[in-house]
């Protein structure tokens, strides 16, 4: 079974060490933004979503994967589900992605819906020291505080040093709601993103509410409301020059 992580000192990815109050950036792409990946100027962390590739399968993805662990930066590896804004793969495609490009990465990212994979990927990537995100995405509507809290609960039960939520705001009082409960649970180590009409605001005002990571695209976006990472970067060094 899978051990609560407790709450302590922010997690690191790869050499980059994670704060409240320091934003950090992830440029976010696939199989089409895999040269702006490896430069991806702005950018503190790469995320590559292996789902977004024609044909995803493994030695596809560990060859992206090696282009950019030679580019520098910590990677983060995502094979998104359908049913939370990634393109349709079975689960045994999924697992052996993330099998295979595990030795690679800095991170993962798994959704906290997907059961059998976080049951499986996750014991591993604790074991051989990488950070793992658990996830979940609303894209219909804000959830209400109390189930916002509880995902954060239930993926601290399943091992997350990151919980991320992404939940869409089409309103300054949705908005809100995830900014008050990132406020709330900042010591439980979130990244809080709003997708939709409030998308690009929240990237830069859930940050000073805990939010650790703030994604950016290096091309077409991963997600709705998302800025380009050079804006977003510039934005957030006039905003947090610390």
Request: charged share 20%; net charge neutral; proline share 7%.
């Given at each position: 079974?899978?051990?609560?992580?407790?709450?302590?000192?922010?997690?690191?990815?790869?050499?980059?060490?994670?704060?409240?109050?320091?934003?950090?950036?992830?440029?976010?792409?696939?199989?089409?933004?895999?040269?702006?990946?490896?430069?991806?100027?702005?950018?503190?962390?790469?995320?590559?979503?292996?789902?977004?590739?024609?044909?995803?399968?493994?030695?596809?993805?560990?060859?992206?994967?090696?282009?950019?662990?030679?580019?520098?930066?910590?990677?983060?590896?995502?094979?998104?589900?359908?049913?939370?804004?990634?393109?349709?793969?079975?689960?045994?495609?999924?697992?052996?992605?993330?099998?295979?490009?595990?030795?690679?990465?800095?991170?993962?990212?798994?959704?906290?819906?997907?059961?059998?994979?976080?049951?499986?990927?996750?014991?591993?990537?604790?074991?051989?020291?990488?950070?793992?995100?658990?996830?979940?995405?609303?894209?219909?509507?804000?959830?209400?505080?109390?189930?916002?809290?509880?995902?954060?609960?239930?993926?601290?039960g399943l091992g997350a040093d990151l919980t991320k939520i992404a939940a869409v705001a089409h309103d300054?009082?949705?908005?809100?709601?995830?900014?008050?409960?990132?406020?709330?649970?900042?010591?439980?180590?979130?990244?809080?993103?709003?997708?939709?009409?409030?998308?690009?605001?929240?990237?830069?005002?859930?940050?000073?509410?805990?939010?650790?990571?703030?994604?950016?695209?290096?091309?077409?976006?991963?997600a709705p409301g998302q800025l380009g990472v050079g804006e977003l970067a510039a934005e957030l060094r006039r905003l947090y020059p610390s």
């Amino acid at each position: 079974m899978v051990q609560p992580t407790t709450m302590g000192r922010p997690p690191t990815i790869g050499s980059v060490q994670l704060s409240a109050g320091t934003p950090r950036v992830v440029a976010a792409g696939g199989e089409a933004e895999l040269d702006a990946l490896t430069q991806a100027a702005g950018a503190d962390i790469v995320e590559l979503r292996a789902d977004l590739f024609d044909d995803p399968r493994p030695e596809t993805i560990t060859a992206a994967l090696a282009r950019l662990r030679s580019a520098g930066r910590p990677i983060i590896l995502t094979v998104r589900a359908a049913s939370e804004g990634g393109r349709p793969l079975d689960e045994a495609r999924r697992h052996a992605l993330y099998a295979r490009g595990l030795p690679l990465v800095d991170a993962i990212d798994v959704e906290i819906a997907s059961d059998a994979l976080v049951a499986e990927v996750v014991p591993r990537a604790r074991a051989t020291g990488r950070t793992v995100l658990l996830s979940a995405h609303a894209f219909e509507a804000m959830p209400s505080e109390e189930a916002l809290r509880a995902t954060i609960a239930r993926a601290a039960g399943l091992g997350a040093d990151l919980t991320k939520i992404a939940a869409v705001a089409h309103d300054v009082d949705e908005l809100q709601r995830l900014l008050v409960v990132t406020l709330g649970a900042r010591d439980r180590h979130l990244v809080t993103l709003a997708m939709g009409p409030m998308g690009p605001l929240s990237r830069l005002v859930l940050p000073a509410a805990g939010s650790l990571l703030t994604y950016g695209h290096v091309g077409r976006p991963t997600a709705p409301g998302q800025l380009g990472v050079g804006e977003l970067a510039a934005e957030l060094r006039r905003l947090y020059p610390s």
